[in-house]
């Protein structure tokens, strides 16, 4: 564990979920609560960490919330809890409620187009297989290549890419592990904007995450919540604590499932 924030102090932030009578865990998926892998289909999380979860959310007075670049569909199996918690996926764009209610973002036309375009240049390229369709991304996965073909793959790329991103109004972005063309106006951020707009002010919040995506959450919780970086490596971030999994993070969460614990 290394503070990042000179003034944080993590007991602090576990005596404010004790006294409180309502908390948010914000948590990332991929490289967070799992490790990653090349298929990224056996993506479960690290042993452990669903019997913490399944705490947290049965026990306890905090409210879940999963939000991963992630589609739904897809990470609610990887997940696998007793209870679904409230999970926004594709970066902000799809919510689903515990409940089972599920709402989806309208999204501009044109990008959607864009994005139609794109996926037939990867298919084109024969990248089908490294290509994952989300709602309103396309992510090209180089996680396992080695550092040659990742340029060589990066190069035939953006060349292609650039063109269609600024004519359909798609931004392009890198993240830990790969290349993704999106359709701009939500992010992370924005998902943490939404929970804590509908939350009492002052509640005690985290946010615990990776990659760069996290960083719209973590710049999001600036002066309103505590965001911790969770990753075996250290990389610049505006985070307040770094954490390294499993280890850290498994006691993280079991103080967290023990100060929040209904009495």
Same mark, same amino acid.
């Given at each position: 564990?290394?503070?990042?924030?000179?003034?944080?102090?993590?007991?602090?932030?576990?005596?404010?979920?004790?006294? #409180?009578?309502?908390?948010?865990?914000?948590?990332?998926?991929?490289?967070?609560?799992?490790?990653?892998?090349?298929?990224?289909?056996?993506?479960?999380?690290?042993?452990?960490?669903?019997?913490?979860?399944?705490?947290?959310?049965?026990?306890?007075? *905090?409210?879940?919330?999963?939000? *991963?670049?992630?589609?739904?569909?897809?990470?609610?199996?990887?997940?696998?809890?007793?209870?679904?918690?409230?999970?926004?996926?594709?970066?902000?764009?799809?919510?689903?409620?515990?409940?089972?209610?599920?709402?989806?973002?309208?999204? &501009?036309?044109?990008?959607?187009?864009?994005?139609?375009?794109? &996926? /037939?240049?990867?298919?084109?390229?024969?990248?089908?297989?490294?290509?994952?369709?989300?709602?309103? #991304?396309?992510?090209?996965?180089?996680? @396992?290549?080695?550092?040659?073909?990742?340029? !060589?793959?990066?190069?035939?790329?953006?060349?292609?890419?650039?063109? !269609?991103?600024?004519? #359909?109004?798609?931004?392009?972005?890198?993240?830990?592990?790969?290349?993704?063309?999106?359709?701009?106006?939500?992010?992370? +951020?924005?998902?943490?904007?939404?929970?804590?707009?509908?939350?009492?002010? +002052?509640?005690?919040?985290?946010?615990?995450?990776?990659?760069?995506? &996290?960083?719209?959450?973590?710049?999001?919780? /600036?002066?309103? @919540?505590?965001?911790?970086?969770?990753?075996?490596?250290?990389?610049?971030?505006?985070?307040?604590?770094?954490? /390294?999994?499993?280890?850290?993070?498994?006691?993280?969460? &079991?103080?967290?499932?023990?100060?929040?614990?209904?009495?």
């Amino acid at each position: 564990m290394q503070i990042i924030t000179p003034d944080f102090k993590l007991e602090k932030l576990f005596e404010e979920i004790t006294s #409180s009578p309502e908390s948010v865990l914000f948590l990332d998926y991929d490289g967070t609560l799992a490790p990653f892998r090349i298929q990224r289909d056996k993506a479960v999380p690290y042993p452990g960490i669903r019997e913490l979860l399944n705490g947290i959310i049965k026990k306890s007075k *905090s409210r879940v919330v999963i939000i *991963s670049g992630r589609w739904t569909r897809d990470l609610i199996p990887l997940l696998n809890l007793d209870e679904k918690p409230e999970i926004w996926g594709s970066h902000g764009w799809e919510r689903f409620y515990p409940d089972g209610r599920y709402e989806i973002a309208e999204m &501009d036309e044109k990008a959607l187009k864009g994005l139609a375009d794109a &996926d /037939k240049i990867i298919e084109d390229l024969k990248l089908t297989p490294w290509c994952e369709q989300k709602p309103g #991304s396309l992510a090209i996965h180089w996680r @396992g290549m080695n550092d040659k073909d990742i340029e !060589i793959l990066r190069e035939r790329l953006l060349p292609l890419l650039n063109p !269609i991103a600024f004519d #359909s109004g798609l931004t392009v972005k890198e993240f830990d592990g790969g290349l993704e063309l999106r359709v701009p106006g939500r992010d992370k +951020g924005d998902a943490v904007n939404t929970i804590l707009g509908e939350m009492n002010e +002052g509640i005690p919040t985290a946010y615990l995450g990776d990659d760069l995506t &996290d960083e719209d959450a973590f710049n999001a919780l /600036k002066g309103r @919540g505590y965001s911790i970086l969770v990753r075996k490596e250290y990389r610049p971030t505006a985070a307040d604590l770094w954490l /390294k999994p499993p280890g850290e993070l498994m006691s993280f969460l &079991d103080q967290w499932l023990k100060r929040t614990s209904k009495s």
